[in-house]
């Protein structure tokens, strides 16, 4: 679920000492801690293709329009027959002029999973903030490809910035293939990729004006939100990584190595300079104007590698 929802969900709990700014985690945990925000409360105000999601992810029958019998099979609940509607007289017939527009179907009106009214499928077509798909998907494979190379508790290990061994068929990864026959390739990334969330925001947390700076895996609240949805798009799409993302620079199955992991990094961009400053490193220069060019550039400046994760950082006070 993306920090949008997250967000919205909180308020809806009344849990508002919450902030806007405050990691994705912090939203998770405060709701699963509420005694208001029980499982089935927060099934009730999910939409029906959020319930879908649910119901695909774990091998649970999705089928009909009915919220309710989608919830009630997430939560094991034993569907009751309907009861019968008693009879009502027939309606006297009243003629009527045709209308000289069709009527609305009623599931376009009362469909909680359609569209707002105010989305034309023009406008929906064009991507937000101007940033293409195609760039989309490079801006999420240099961070996944990051994501994997930081793992440390895996055997070997690689660089060590957080510790978690997810992705490794001989380790977390066959924990994840048995939990999620389905969708493990991508959960696997979208794990490591949290992981790098959390250690990234807790970097950004020791600076001053936290969300005035732009890193490798926060690039301001729209983008990730529209970086999220692509990665969740793929997880549902049934395709594999390397087929989805043609511009993933490291094979995920293949043995790590530091020297091509640089060369890389390094061929994305030109030569980027950087200021080592208490808590990271300051990209120097102008902030690139396009989201691609700036992930390019603060990948790069993550040569040399170092022992702790040296979050890369642009401040566009």
């Known amino acids: 679920m993306t920090k949008r929802r997250l967000v919205w969900l909180s308020r809806e709990f009344e849990l508002l000492e919450l902030r806007n700014s405050q990691p994705k985690a912090d939203f998770i945990e405060a709701l699963a801690g509420s005694r208001h925000a029980t499982y089935e409360a927060i099934l009730e105000l999910l939409s029906r293709n959020e319930l879908k999601d649910i119901c695909y992810a774990y ?33 006297k017939v009243v003629a009527q002029a045709k209308p000289s527009q069709p009527e609305p179907v009623p599931s376009q009106l009362f469909d909680d999973a359609a569209q707002p009214a105010s989305i034309t499928p023009r406008e929906k077509s064009q991507p937000i903030s101007g940033i293409s798909d195609q760039a989309l998907d490079e801006i999420l494979s240099l961070q996944l490809t990051v994501a994997w190379a930081g793992e440390g508790t895996c055997e070997p290990p690689r660089l060590g910035w957080w510790q978690t061994d997810i992705l490794d068929p001989a380790g977390g990864g066959d924990l994840m293939s048995r939990l999620l026959p389905k969708t493990h390739a991508w959960a696997s990334l979208e794990a490591a990729r949290e992981a790098a969330l959390r250690v990234d925001a807790k970097a950004r947390s020791m600076m001053s004006d936290p969300d005035k700076l732009r890193t490798l895996f926060y690039l301001g609240f729209e983008l990730d939100e529209r970086i999220a949805g692509r990665l969740a798009h793929y997880k549902r799409s049934g395709i594999a990584p390397h087929e989805a993302l043609a511009s993933l620079p490291v094979d995920f199955g293949m043995e790590f190595s530091a020297d091509e992991l640089v060369e890389r990094l390094r061929s994305s961009t030109a030569k980027v300079d950087h200021t080592v400053v208490p808590g990271g490193r300051q990209v120097r220069g102008a902030v690139p104007e396009t989201p691609v060019s700036q992930v390019r550039s603060l990948a790069a400046a993550l040569i040399p590698l170092s022992e702790k994760y040296p979050m890369p950082f642009y401040n566009v006070k």
């Open 59 to 91: 091998d649970v029958d999705d089928s009909g329009r009915e919220k309710r019998k989608i919830v009630d099979r997430i939560l094991g609940v034993t569907q009751h027959p309907p009861q019968k509607a008693p009879k009502e007289s027939p309606p």
